[in-house]
């Protein structure tokens, strides 16, 4: 039980800091849409990356040293993009939290997402490489200690995605959502900028 509770202290605190993806998972929440959908697969796919990370990905990882400036820098190239989209949707305003409905398909929104995921560098470093890395500390219970960290994962996007619920009354206003989106094309731009400096 010691490297399960390992895998998941250490897999919440990695993912609570907030980015590209939980950025958007706040977004979905607070427009109610494709809630479920969308937290299960940021769970899933963190699942995923921890179970190679686990299995020997971060070996690999070094064996192809193209890898890494490959995704950093089509990450760059991505959270450049997005943070002007959030930049440009802030100064036009008029946005408001919306009933349900209406918004973008859900295959748009996990195209969206699955970017925001599989070609986010950081998304690859804490989830592949750090706690691949890490999970050799426990040697024999590299299971227990991805089982914890996958546990992380999933109570953490579902409490995200649901629990934006309770922000709603703050999101009914269009001049909530305009700094919301000026603080996500922040975080974007200056993820962006510590990926492209190293």
């Not at 890494?68 to 036009?92: H, I, K």
């Not at 295959?107 to 999970?135: E, M, Q, Y």
């Not at 995605?161 to 974007?188: H, K, N, S, T």
Request: charged share 10%; glycine share 12%; proline share 4%.
């Amino acid at each position: 039980m010691g490297a399960f509770w390992a895998g998941l202290k250490l897999g919440l605190a990695l993912i609570v800091a907030i980015g590209a993806q939980n950025a958007f998972v706040l977004r979905q929440g607070l427009r109610r849409e494709h809630v479920f959908a969308v937290c299960l697969f940021c769970a899933v796919s963190d699942a995923a990356l921890i179970a190679l990370g686990v299995s020997g990905f971060a070996v690999a990882s070094t064996a192809a040293p193209w890898l890494a400036p490959a995704l950093r820098w089509g990450g760059v190239a991505f959270l450049v993009w997005y943070g002007a989209r959030a930049f440009l949707s802030a100064w036009r305003g008029g946005s408001a939290l919306a009933a349900a409905g209406g918004g973008a398909p859900l295959a748009a929104v996990l195209a969206t997402l699955a970017a925001l995921t599989w070609a986010n560098p950081h998304v690859w470093l804490d989830t592949v490489v750090l706690l691949g890395a890490i999970s050799a500390q426990f040697p024999g219970r590299e299971v227990a200690f991805a089982g914890g960290a996958m546990t992380g994962s999933f109570l953490f996007f579902f409490s995200l995605g649901y629990g934006a619920r309770a922000l709603a009354p703050v999101f009914a206003r269009p001049r909530a959502w305009q700094v919301l989106d000026v603080l996500i094309g922040v975080v974007m731009w200056s993820i962006a900028a510590r990926l492209a400096l190293g």
